[in-house]
């Protein structure tokens, strides 16, 4: 069993930077894929970066902006946002997959709660 939480959202100006921390505990994870997610309101659930041994990737919206980063000594990995702009506001959640690398959201098996993300204008 894994557990996720999310912290680090809140409200930004157009323009700043937001850095978001995904803690996880129970099995050791460095072998697996962690990927953040986001939703906003009356919009579908998007990809936004993934990272395990494999590589990362980026979706093209947030490419050259956010970093996604992890420490496998403190089961956590970072999600650093720069540049944001209204289009980035939603809520950001965390998963975890047992497999190395994927892209599909039904093949992460652990999902925080997510934290929001609010870029005004």
């Known amino acids: 069993q894994v557990h996720l939480v999310e912290s680090g959202g809140g409200l930004v100006q157009t323009g700043g930077s937001l850095r978001l921390s995904c803690a996880a505990s129970?099995?050791?994870?460095?072998?697996?894929?962690m990927a953040w997610f986001r939703q906003a309101p009356d919009k579908e659930r998007e990809l936004v970066a993934v990272?395990?041994?494999?590589?990362?990737y980026y979706a093209d919206s947030v490419k050259g902006r956010f970093t996604v980063s992890r420490d496998n000594a403190k089961n956590t990995v970072d999600l650093q946002m720069n540049s944001l702009e209204p289009e980035d506001t939603a809520v950001y959640s965390c998963?975890?997959?047992?497999?190395?690398?994927?892209?599909?959201?039904?093949?992460?098996?652990?999902w925080g709660q997510g934290t929001q993300v609010t870029v005004s204008p």
């Open positions: 998963a975890l997959s047992y497999v190395r690398w994927t892209l599909d959201p039904a093949r992460y098996d652990y």
């Open positions: 129970g099995r050791t994870f460095s072998s697996y894929a």
């Open positions: 990272i395990s041994d494999v590589g990362r």
